[in-house]
């Protein structure tokens, strides 16, 4: 009686093993993924970007009789290399420079509460450098699009300067930050010709890091520091680029 159900054990698990096996080949998706981006190609591209604003008694809402000026300028070369199919390894250099100069601005709430700000004066400048690892993914036989995911690590620094006032009640202060990050940015693109991409890519997954260093006035001196984590899609973060595979 032992013998006949250690047979039948037996016979059980070998059928098992017979389905699973009949299973796994029904189910066999045999997907087929093209090479994108061959092994030992340069991607190489470079962003500008310039913006400026003038307001003269501008009122929108709760704020009335806004006068200043402000503008942005941003630079960031980009440099990567294929050292397998569809794997790319590389970084970028970043440079930016804001300025924001307010001339005089009213807040008002009601008849009764209203805040003026003049002679505010700002200007800031900052840099970073960036590791980053890409992986293409063809979209099925397709040579002209794909899909990528770009994991970056970016460390960066800049200085802040804040002007108050004029005459007797200026006042000031000066920043030194330092930025650490590490991200996910996944993204398409689709190749304009043989040499030339357009790219689209959206930051989802990120982690943060900043330390500031202020002194007001030449006396008064503080810190602080913050960290972040998010996990979501931030229309706001999508970036738009042209890159070359060399």
Known sequence: MKTIKNIFIVLSLVLCSAFYADAQERFKRDLEQVPFIPKGQWITGISVSYSHNDQ??????????????????????????????????????????????????????????????DNLYCLSHNYSVTAAFRNYISMGSSKRFAFFAE???????????????????????????????????????????????????????????????????????????????SLSLNLFSISFGVSFYL
């Open 56 to 117: 003269d008694n501008y009122q929108f809402l709760i704020i009335e009789d806004l006068s200043g000026d402000s503008y942005t300028f941003k630079v960031s070369p980009m440099l990567m290399y294929s050292f397998k199919d569809d794997m790319a390894i590389g970084g970028r250099f970043a440079y930016s420079r804001q300025m924001s100069k307010l001339d005089e601005g009213r807040v008002v709430i009601d008849s009764e509460t209203d805040y003026s700000v």
């Open 151 to 229: 994991t970056r690590l970016e460390l960066g620094g800049g200085e802040t300067k804040i002007c108050n006032g004029s005459g007797d009640d200026l006042s000031g202060t000066f920043e030194r930050n330092f930025n650490a990050h590490l991200g996910v940015a996944p993204g398409v693109m689709m190749f304009l010709n043989n040499y030339s991409a357009l790219e689209v890519n959206v930051g989802v997954l990120g982690f943060g890091y900043s330390h500031t260093k202020a002194t007001t006035d030449q006396i008064y001196r503080s810190e602080r520091n913050s960290s972040s984590a």
